[in-house]
């Protein structure tokens, strides 16, 4: 028993998770659309089919995320959309994406080769930052501390037993 | 093997928590209260276990133990499983939750192949009993993965491939596990014995 239990404290340096989860994160400002797809301890899900739809099912893009699990969609329409990673061996991952900050506006996309008025600016800049920020909210999501909740998780399981215990005592 | 939500079609989860219930009521009945250390402790360490990982190429599999656990078990390994999925699925979204059924019967119901194994290799000796045990540690895995299989299949995707890549992708854990299971079932012997009642 004893050696059972410093072979599971010592199992606690184990490497962290891969392939039990995929995650996915995305950002959709002024009609770009950024995401970034990776897997319980950060890395990518390189080369990943993923499907971009509308809420109402009419399906806009499908692809697969490029090697460092990122894909980029220029959107011409306002309103959400539904984007879904798979990541194999049963694992998938959704999310409904709203729209931040402007929608996409034709014109401005139009006038893209000279932009000299202030709007289309701001439109390219957005754009540019929408997948900085898919980036770094990916790079926050990562599974950085699995001690803790690992801990946690055993915390639970004795409390689960402790009341079977005390609940099959009593019969 | 932890299958996320979506995935699976309506009727294979539904098959997946009608199979499982009966398990479960099953394994609480014997789960006596001489049961609840061992039980607790083979749980914890399957919740651990299935945090270290194999790398294999650009991938990776995670340690299953489903095997062992059955082995020292037996019918109370499906209780001790489902409650360690429960709190993988709550605590890290591993595998969904209308999913638990179908992940339970997955990992759990090979565990009783490792107990019959098992079993068997403890009344024999030598090459047999090395042999019995290391299927103990491997056999189950590959019941795991085509258990997922079939899952996979009657939710759309092609069986053939999906067995194939889920397969190949456990050798390596098959392995591992099967040769752990033969040191720990020899150590268990001599040791221990009364852990296997």
Known sequence: MRSLCLVLLFSLLALPAHAHKISLVAFLD???????????????????????????????????????????????????????????????????????????????LADAPAPQNADAIRS???????????????????????VSRILSGLGYLVGIFGLLAFWKGRK | M?????????????????????????????LTPDRLPKTALLSSVFFVGSFIHIPIGPSSVHLLLNGIIGALLGATAFPALFIALLLQGLLFQFGGLTT?????????????????????????????????????GALPITASALILSLALAFSGEQLLEAAQILLVAHVPVMLVEGVATIFLGEFLLKVYPQVLE
């Open chain 2, 2 to 30: 932890h299958v996320s939500e979506g995935v699976l079609s309506a009727p294979v989860l539904i098959t997946g928590a009608a199979a499982a219930a009966p398990l479960l009521v099953y394994g609480f009945k014997k």
């Open chain 1, 124 to 146: 390219i800049v957005r754009e540019e930052l929408a997948r900085q920020t898919a980036e770094i909210a990916a790079y926050l999501e990562k599974d950085k501390s699995p």
């Open chain 1, 30 to 108: 002024s009609g770009q659309l950024s995401v970034q797809a990776f897997f319980a301890n950060g890395t990518a899900c390189g080369n990943c089919p993923i499907t971009v739809s509308r809420p109402d099912g009419s399906v806009l893009a499908s692809d697969r995320t490029d090697a460092e699990g990122a894909f980029n969609l220029q959107l011409t329409e306002p309103g959400d959309v539904i984007v879904q990673v798979d990541g194999g061996s049963g694992h998938r991952a959704e999310a409904t994406v709203h729209p931040q900050g402007a929608e996409p506006d034709p014109a401005a």
């Open chain 2, 100 to 136: 638990l059924g179908v992940n339970s019967v997955i990992i759990g119901l090979p565990a009783s192949l490792g107990f019959v194994l098992f079993r068997a290799g403890v009344k024999r000796s030598g090459f047999s009993r090395t042999a019995l045990f290391a299927l103990t």
